[in-house]
C-alpha cells in the first residue's frame, strides 16, 4: 500500500509542478538557512571536551581590594593567589595559563620574525585538556621548576616553519631566548578557546574571538615569565602597575587557573580549600570579600562568559522564525492542493477508502515535499556554510557539516512537511464523498 | 463594497484564512523587528568618528625592548617623514576603529567614589592632536610644553581634552574646564573641550559611550611607542602606506610589522563594522526572502479559490456583476484577511522586541515601525492577490450556465 502512495503522490506532485516547485522551494529556503545557523550554532556552542569538561574547574578568588560589592569576583588571577592555589597541590591535576605576543625566530629558517601568540602554562596543561601530539610529547613536571628553555609548538608553526617535518630537539628563538622544541601538537582546534576565555560578560556580545585558534607556542609558566618579561597584558588592575609588562608583584589580575577533580568530593573538598583560603587572607587584609569565590565547570564557565556571540544567536532565532512563515506557507498550500482534488478523494472514498487511508494518502504526499525540500535545504546548508567560512571571523574555518547535522537537515525537513501535511491531510480525508460524487 | 458576504464566505474558509493570517502575523513581526534591527545597525555603522578619517592611516609595529623604543620611535618617523606625500607622523597609542591601548576606568574625584565609567585615553605625542583633525570647542590648544616624557602605563599628571559628550556625561550641566579626571593615582586637568572624538571600539561598553574619549600630550618612549599615525592627502593615502611597510624594513630592520594595525583609518572602520555589514545584508535577506514567501502563499491560495469558485463568479458575472465588482471582491477579501493578521502580527511584533530588549540589549521598537509594517503587507497583499484577482475577474459569466 505504501508503495502505492508513494506513487500516487509522485503523480500527484508532477500534476501541479508549479506548486510542488514552490512548496518545495519554500522548505528547501526554509531549512537551508535554519540548518545553515544551528550548524554554527551547534559548532560554536558545543562541549569541546567532550567527556572531560565535567571534572575540569575555572578558580577565582576576589583580591580587589577595592572597598565596593561586587557581585562577581575578577575574571582572573594576580600572580601570588594564582601561584598559592596553584602549589598547594590540592586537585588531581592544576595548571596556570596566560598568553603574550612574543617575537619568534627560527635559526634554521629563513624566515623574517614573527609575532605569533605564546602560552605559558604547565605540564599538566597538555594531557588535562587531552592535547594531542604529532612529534614528541610535552615537557615533564621538573621542567617547570627547573625554568627549562623548552617549548611545544602547534602544527601550523611547525608546518610554517618546518616544513611540517618532526622539529623536536630544533631550537627557536623567544625574543632574546633559545629554547629546545621538545614537542609538536597534531592539528588542535578546540571550540572555544575555552583555557583562555575570560571577559565575555564586558564583551557586548561580540565573543567571536573566543573561537580563535590555539596558540603557536607553549612555553611553560616560569620559562615564558622570563623569556617575555615586560610584554604581559594585564585583564585588569586596580592600581596602575608600576613596570607594565611585568605583573608578578602588579595590583593586576592576569592569570586563569584551572584544576581537574574527578569525583564530586574533591570539587567539594576544593571548594572548602578555595574560601578557607580567601578567609585566611582576608585575616591578613589582603582579601576584601572572602565569600566571592567561585569553582565553576567548564561548561559553566563558558555560559556565563556567553561565548556564543549574540549575532550568530540572533541569526538562528531568523531563520527558525523564517522556517516558521515557510511552515505556514507550505500548509496553505498542502491544503489548496488536496481540496482542489476533492472529486478524486470523493470517487477513492466511495470506491471503499477509509479516511486513515485516504489521510495516509496525503500525507505520504508531504512527505515526498519534505524529503526533496531536505535535498534543496541540503544544498542550500552547504552553501551557507561555504558563505560562513568566506566570513572574516574568528570561527570561519569550522563552519563544516557533520554527520549528525547531515541527518539531522532531512529530519527536519520531514518533519516540517510532515507537521505541514497533517492539518491538510485531515481536512482531504473528511471530504464528503456523496457530495463530490454529485458535483463531477 | 459589501463586506458581509466576503465575511460569510470566509467563515466557510476559515482554516485557510486563518492559516494566511498567522502568515502575515509572523512576517509582520519580524519585519518589524528586523527593519529596527537594520536601522540600529546602520545608525551603528555611521558613528562620526570626529578625525580626518580619509587621510589618516596608522601603522603599527612590534619585538623590540623598551630601552630601544626611543631610537625606534626616532628612526621610524624620521623615516616616514622621508616618503614623499606623508604630511605628518606622530605617536598615538590608540587609534579610531582599531587597537585600544588607553580605556581606564575613571573618577571624578581623588578618593575614587564618584566612578566615570572606562572612558578611552587617546596618548599621543606632539603632532598627533592636529592630525586627528578634532575641533576645540572650548578651552585652549595644546602647547609644546604640555607634551611631557613619563613613566609606566600612564603619565601621572598632564592637562587633558576631553570630549563635549564625556563632559556632559561627568559634568552634566557644568563647565568641565579646570575639573579633573582621576584613576587613582593618576590625575589630568580639563584644559580643553573637543567637538567629537570616537572610542576604538564604540558599543563595546554600551549604547551612548562611543564618544567617551579624552586626549592626553605626552612625549613618546617606553610607554608611548610602536604606533604611529600617518597624515597624507585622501588621494595619496594608500600608496604612502603601502611605500611606509617597505620603509620599516629599511628602518627597524629588527622590528615586525603588525599588518592588521597597519590599515588606513577607512580600512580599520570597514573591518570593524565588518559584522555589523553581514549581520545587515542577512536581515536584508531574511525580509527580501519572507516577503517573497509571504507573497507566493497568498498567490497560491488566492488561485485555489479563484478555481473553486468559478462557478459562483460566472453567477454572479451572469445576474449583473462587473469585472470590477469581482475584482475588488478578491481585493477586500485579502486585504480583510491581511489586516487580521496585522492585528495579530502588531502583539506579536512588540512581544518579539521583549525578548530581544531582554536578550540582545536593544533599544524599544518605536511605534512607528508598526503602521510602516502594516502598510508594507497592506501592499503586498494587494499586489500578490491582484493576479488571482484579475483571472477571477477574467470568467465568463457563460460559466455560470454549464454543468449545474
Known amino acids: 500500500m505504501f508503495g502505492y502512495y508513494l506513487e500516487l503522490a509522485w503523480r500527484g506532485l508532477r500534476r501541479n509542478s508549479v506548486l510542488t516547485a514552490l512548496m518545495v522551494l519554500a522548505i528547501a529556503v526554509g531549512i537551508g538557512a535554519s540548518m545553515t545557523t544551528l550548524t554554527v550554532m551547534h559548532l560554536l556552542s558545543g562541549d569541546p571536551l567532550p567527556g572531560r569538561s565535567g571534572s575540569l574547574f575555572y578558580a577565582q578568588v576576589d583580591t580587589d581590594p577595592s572597598p565596593e560589592q561586587r557581585k562577581q569576583p575578577l575574571d582572573k588571577l594576580d600572580y601570588p593567589t594564582a601561584m598559592d592555589i596553584l602549589n598547594a597541590h590540592l586537585a588531581d591535576r592544576q595548571t596556570v595559563v596566560v598568553d603574550s605576543a612574543v617575537k619568534l625566530r627560527a635559526p634554521d629558517a629563513s624566515l623574517p620574525p614573527l609575532m605569533p601568540s605564546m602560552l605559558s602554562t604547565t605540564a599538566d ?8 601530539f604529532q612529534y614528541g610529547g610535552p615537557w615533564r613536571a621538573e621542567d617547570d621548576d627547573k625554568h627549562a628553555r623548552v617549548a611545544v609548538i602547534s602544527a601550523d608553526l611547525n608546518a610554517r616553519l618546518f616544513q611540517g617535518a618532526n622539529s623536536v630537539g630544533r631550537t627557536l628563538r623567544l625574543r632574546d631566548t633559545d629554547v629546545r622544541i621538545v614537542g609538536v601538537l597534531a592539528p588542535w582546534r578546540p571550540s572555544p578557546q575555552f583555557y583562555t576565555v575570560a571577559g565575555g560578560r564586558f564583551a ?3 565573543t567571536a574571538d573566543f573561537y580563535s585558534k590555539p596558540q603557536d607556542v607553549f612555553t611553560p609558566f616560569t620559562s615564558g615569565l622570563e623569556i617575555n618579561d615586560g610584554n604581559f597584558y594585564q585583564f585588569t588592575c586596580w592600581l596602575p602597575p608600576s613596570t607594565p609588562g611585568h605583573l608578578q608583584n602588579a595590583p593586576c589580575v592576569w592569570l586563569g587557573v584551572w584544576v581537574q577533580l574527578n569525583s564530586p568530593a574533591k570539587v567539594t573538598a576544593f571548594k572548602r580549600f578555595l574560601d578557607g583560603y580567601a578567609a585566611e587572607q582576608h585575616a591578613l587584609g589582603r582579601v576584601v570579600r572572602p565569600q566571592n569565590t567561585r569553582l565553576r565547570s567548564l561548561m559553566e564557565w563558558l555560559d556565563f562568559n556567553g561565548v556564543v556571540p549574540s549575532d550568530v544567536r540572533l541569526q538562528t532565532w531568523l531563520a527558525f522564525a523564517f522556517l516558521a512563515i515557510c511552515l505556514f506557507n507550505t500548509i496553505g498550500l498542502l491544503l489548496a492542493k488536496f481540496l482542489r482534488r476533492s472529486g478524486e478523494i470523493g470517487v477513492r472514498r466511495a470506491l471503499g477508502a477509509s479516511r486513515a487511508a485516504i489521510f495516509a494518502q496525503c500525507l505520504v504526499e508531504a512527505g515526498m515535499v519534505g524529503l526533496l525540500g531536505g535535498v534543496g535545504g541540503l544544498l542550500l546548508t552547504l552553501l551557507g556554510l561555504w558563505v560562513v567560512r568566506g566570513q572574516p571571523v574568528a570561527f570561519a574555518d569550522l563552519a563544516y557539516l557533520d554527520g549528525r547535522m547531515f541527518l539531522l537537515t532531512f529530519a527536519l525537513a520531514i518533519a516540517t512537511s510532515l507537521i505541514a501535511g497533517v492539518l491538510p491531510a485531515a481536512r482531504a480525508s473528511r471530504v464528503a464523498p456523496g457530495l463530490q460524487l454529485k458535483t463531477l | 463594497m459589501q463586506i458581509r458576504p466576503i465575511l460569510s464566505a470566509l467563515r466557510r474558509h476559515r482554516l485557510a484564512a486563518m492559516l494566511i493570517g498567522l502568515e502575515i502575523a509572523l512576517a509582520c513581526a519580524v519585519l518589524c523587528n528586523a527593519c529596527f534591527l537594520i536601522a540600529n545597525r546602520v545608525r551603528d555603522m555611521h558613528i562620526q568618528s570626529g578625525v580626518d578619517e580619509a587621510s589618516l592611516a596608522s601603522l603599527t609595529i612590534s619585538g623590540y625592548e623598551d630601552r630601544q623604543s626611543v631610537d625606534v620611535n626616532a628612526r621610524v618617523t624620521a623615516g616616514l617623514r622621508a616618503i614623499p606625500g606623508v604630511q605628518s607622523v606622530s605617536v598615538l597609542n590608540s587609534i579610531p576603529f582599531g587597537e585600544r591601548r588607553g580605556s581606564m576606568g575613571i573618577t571624578t574625584d581623588a578618593e575614587g567614589l564618584h566612578r566615570g565609567g572606562v572612558i578611552e585615553f587617546y596618548l599621543g605625542g606632539p603632532g598627533s592632536a592636529e592630525a586627528l583633525g578634532f575641533h576645540l570647542v572650548a578651552g585652549r590648544a595644546l602647547q609644546a610644553e604640555d607634551y611631557q616624557s613619563f613613566s609606566g602605563l600612564m603619565p601621572s599628571f ?9 563632559a556632559e556625561h561627568l559634568w552634566p550641566g557644568e563647565d568641565p574646564l579646570g575639573k579633573s579626571i582621576w584613576s587613582k593615582p593618576l590625575h589630568y586637568q580639563v584644559v580643553g573641550v573637543i567637538d567629537r572624538l570616537v572610542v576604538p571600539a564604540p558599543a ?11 586626549f592626553l600630550p605626552a612625549q613618546p618612549g617606553p610607554g608611548l611607542s610602536g604606533s604611529y599615525l ?13 611605500d611606509a611597510r617597505e620603509t620599516i624594513a629599511k628602518v ?5 610589522l603588525d599588518l592588521q594595525g597597519t590599515q588606513t ?8 563594522f565588518q559584522q555589523d555589514r553581514t549581520m545587515t545584508g542577512i536581515l536584508v535577506a531574511v525580509i527580501a526572502s519572507l516577503l517573497l514567501v509571504t507573497a507566493l502563499g497568498i498567490v497560491g491560495l488566492a488561485s485555489f479559490w479563484v478555481q473553486q469558485r468559478r462557478k459562483q463568479i460566472g453567477i454572479r458575472r451572469a445576474i449583473g456583476a462587473t469585472r470590477q465588482d469581482i475584482l475588488s471582491y478578491f481585493q477586500t477579501e485579502n486585504f480583510l484577511i491581511v489586516s487580521g493578521g496585522i492585528l495579530v502580527g502588531m502583539v506579536l511584533a512588540f512581544g518579539l522586541n521583549l525578548a530581544l530588549m531582554k536578550f540582545y ?3 524599544r521598537l518605536p511605534l512607528y515601525y508598526l503602521p510602516m509594517g502594516a502598510v508594507s503587507l497592506w501592499l503586498l497583499g494587494q499586489l500578490a492577490v491582484l493576479g488571482p484577482a484579475l483571472r477571477a475577474a477574467a470568467v465568463p459569466p457563460v460559466v455560470a450556465t454549464r454543468s449545474v
Open chain 2, 361 to 363: 540589549e536593544l533599544p
Open chain 2, 265 to 272: 583609518i577607512g580600512d580599520l572602520r570597514e573591518s570593524f
Open chain 2, 230 to 242: 600617518i597624515k597624507a592627502a585622501p588621494a595619496d593615502i594608500r600608496r604612502v602606506l603601502r
Open chain 2, 204 to 214: 563595546l561598553w554600551g549604547a551612548g559611550t562611543g564618544g567617551w574619549s579624552a
Open chain 2, 252 to 256: 627597524a630592520p629588527d622590528a615586525v
Open chain 2, 158 to 166: 598632564a592637562p587633558v581634552l576631553v570630549t563635549r559628550e564625556l
Open chain 1, 204 to 206: 557586548a556580545g561580540k
Open chain 1, 125 to 132: 596543561f597538555f594531557p588535562m585538556f587531552d592535547v594531542p
